[in-house]
Nanobody, 124 residues
């Protein structure tokens, strides 16, 4: 059974930074961070391929967020800088089993594994 465990959420003022971590059990996967704000649908924030060679960012976070991974530790990170109140949401880590090293998956339905979520609150 694959487990994804997020950490690093919290309360931060606008303009501040947070780094989220997601530790995965077992083999490496294509990974992504999603978020869900109150009364809104879950949306993709960033995604990364198994080899880290390919990344994807939602337009709303480009230039502010960076996704990375340490395959030796089976851990994926989301560095969030210049945070805005509209970034407030529960952030979820997700994993997709694939043999492809450079593929990025951006469709929520393709992710088989999900973490429990971590709350990020940005105050104005």
């Amino acid at each position: 059974q694959v487990q994804l465990v997020e950490s690093g959420g919290g309360l931060v003022q606008a303009g501040g930074s947070l780094r989220l971590s997601c530790a995965a059990s077992g083999r490496t996967y294509a990974m992504a961070w999603f978020r869900q704000a109150p009364e809104k649908a879950r949306e993709i924030v960033a995604a990364i391929s198994r080899s880290e060679s390919t990344t994807y960012y939602a337009d709303s976070v480009k230039g502010r967020f960076t996704i990375s991974r340490d395959n030796a530790k089976n851990t994926v990170y989301l560095q969030m800088n210049s945070l805005k109140p509209e970034d407030t949401a529960v952030y979820y880590c997700a994993g997709h089993r694939t043999s492809w090293l450079t593929v990025v998956v951006t469709t929520e339905a393709e992710y088989e594994y999900w973490g429990q979520g971590t709350q990020v609150t940005v105050s104005s």
